[in-house]
């Protein structure tokens, strides 16, 4: 099993990226996926899931209203959106995958496969 993040990269505060977490080995539709972020000197911390479905998101608050989580089970790829980038949201972000987990036990119970980070840096 992969998942394989990409999309990170500098930007200027108020800017925007798409994250995108692509999959093989596993069938995505049946994984709930999750992204998480980790700051340099902090603990990881959990920041946005989806159902295996798509049906049901689930957000951290700190960043509610401003990133949305969706995926394409049809290219085995979850994507995180991120809007209105503060610099407490620079990052190495990570994707995660789990199978049939409700969205919200991501934040709560460490899934089963992750992907490698991928770094955004937010300037101010």
């Known amino acids: 099993v992969q998942l394989q993040a990409s999309g990170g990269g500098l930007v200027q505060a108020g800017g925007s990226l798409r994250l995108s977490c692509a999959a093989s080995g596993l069938t995505v539709s049946r994984y709930t996926m999750g992204w998480f972020r980790q700051a340099p000197g902090k603990e990881r911390e959990f920041v946005a899931a989806?159902?295996?479905?798509?049906?049901?998101?689930y957000y951290a608050d700190s960043v509610k209203g401003r990133f949305t989580i969706s995926r394409d089970n049809a290219k085995n790829t979850a994507y995180l959106h991120m809007n209105s980038l503060q610099p407490e949201d620079t990052a190495a972000y990570y994707c995660a995958a789990e199978y049939l987990a409700l969205p919200q036990s991501m934040g709560v119970q460490t899934p089963r496969y992750w992907g490698q980070g991928t770094l955004v840096t937010v300037s101010s």
């Open positions: 989806i159902s295996w479905s798509g049906s049901t998101t």
